[in-house]
């Protein structure tokens, strides 16, 4: 498949999965190639990072605080990144 192409990932359990569109993403746009996580990783505990990524993919609202602004941009940049490929 190309970037940008729509498939299907074959699904047996339920019909309704099998009907989602998938995008292939083109992977030179993604963040991930250049987000520093460092800041993200030396913050949060694994266990509360997980915790916050699911609760990020439950859409649940947060208010990050932060004693510098840019520690804070670093950490809210770099779970948008984690979100990138589940959009």
Known sequence: NQPGEQFQVPHFASALVSRWPFVLP????SPLNYTDFQPLVRRIKPSL???LLCSL????RFIFIAKRLSTLCAVVQAFVACLYPLQ
């Open 26 to 29: 083109n992977v030179n746009d």
């Open 49 to 51: 990072l997980v915790q």
């Open 57 to 60: 993919l439950l859409e649940r």
